[in-house]
């Protein structure tokens, strides 16, 4: 493999991140695999990050939104995959907690509510435990499953 300058490194990666998103953790990762050497690594990521190709911020907010809305992840599994990328809570959980309360609900609701016509169980106590496991593996909160819950099983009995 050739060896790959810093400004061609500074180069490839001003585009990668114009293309998408990409937080800090992603970006040296990338430039460890490419063999760059670390004090490289920081001037690149600090010019990355003074231009705006990087912003911590910027990246939180997309990927929250993007987790929540489009793969229907709970607040618990966001902020545990924002720690893997090596954010601070300090800057996530703001924007975990700037999420609509009743969008996020009804995600959770229309989960259960497709879950529950293909989960196969003995009773409704069965059922309803499978349910719970389902949500929380989704990174839902205890607190708002039951609410969800309560809240379908009285949807249940209007129809």
């Known amino acids: ?34 063999g760059i050497a670390y004090d490289a ?4 990521i600090h010019r990355l990050e003074q231009e705006k190709y990087i912003d911590e911020e910027r990246f939180c907010r997309a ?3 993007d987790k929540y809305r489009f793969a229907k992840w709970g607040k618990m599994k966001i902020g545990q995959a924002l720690q893997l990328k ?9 924007y975990l907690n700037e999420i609509d309360e009743e969008e996020y609900h009804a995600i959770l ?3 259960l509510a497709s879950k529950r016509k293909s989960v196969r ?13 389902f ?25």
């Open 41 to 44: 690594i920081d001037r690149i």
């Open 86 to 94: 090596k954010i601070s809570s300090s800057v996530y959980w703001h």
């Open 121 to 133: 169980a003995e009773n409704e106590y069965e059922l309803n435990g499978k349910l719970v496991r």
């Open 63 to 65: 990927f929250i939104n």
């Open 109 to 111: 609701q229309n989960l």
């Open 135 to 159: 949500a929380l593996s989704r990174g839902f909160e205890m607190k708002d499953i039951s609410r969800c819950m309560d809240v379908s099983e009285e949807n249940e009995c209007l129809e």
């Open 1 to 34: 493999m050739t060896e790959i300058t810093e400004t061609e490194a500074l180069n490839r990666m001003a585009a990668f991140c114009s293309a998408a998103e990409h937080c800090r953790a992603e970006i040296a990762e990338k430039l460890q695999r490419w």
